[in-house]
Nanobody
Framework: VQLQASGGGSVQARESLRLSCAIS????????VGWHRQVPGKQRELVAY??????NYVDSVRGRFTISRDYAKNTVDLQMNRLKPEDTAVYYC?????????WGQGTLVTVSS
């Protein structure tokens, strides 16, 4: 399974970005899809995920970020609005199939004040 993340870039605070993750197989039967982020020197953090019919967000992004999936395109997107400098990180998409976890290569998001 291959995941290809795109959409990162450099923006000013309060602007928006949309990340997209293209997946090389159908996502209809996967257990979960999600986005994580990592700042150098810190642990990778779960930002948002969809599992079954449930969508969940870390408190720091709830109300600003929206995760979505497209079964026809096999993509998982992360719409990020009202970005803050503390959102600066490398963002990784992830899918979980049974006990296996698959990761994309990461896309850098830089938010300046």
């Amino acid at each position: 399974v291959q995941l290809q993340a795109s959409g990162g870039g450099s923006v000013q605070a309060r602007e928006s970005l949309r990340l997209s993750c293209a997946i090389s197989r159908s996502i209809q039967s996967v257990n979960a899809v999600g986005w994580h982020r990592q700042v150098p020197g810190k642990q990778r953090e779960l930002v948002a995920y969809i599992s079954g019919g449930s969508t969940n967000y870390v408190d720091s992004v709830r109300g600003r970020f929206t995760i979505s999936r497209d079964y026809a395109k096999n993509t998982v997107d992360l719409q990020m609005n009202r970005l803050k400098p503390e959102d600066t990180a490398v963002y990784y998409c992830n899918i979980r199939i049974a006990w296996d976890s698959f990761w994309g290569q990461g896309t850098l998001v830089t938010v300046s004040s």
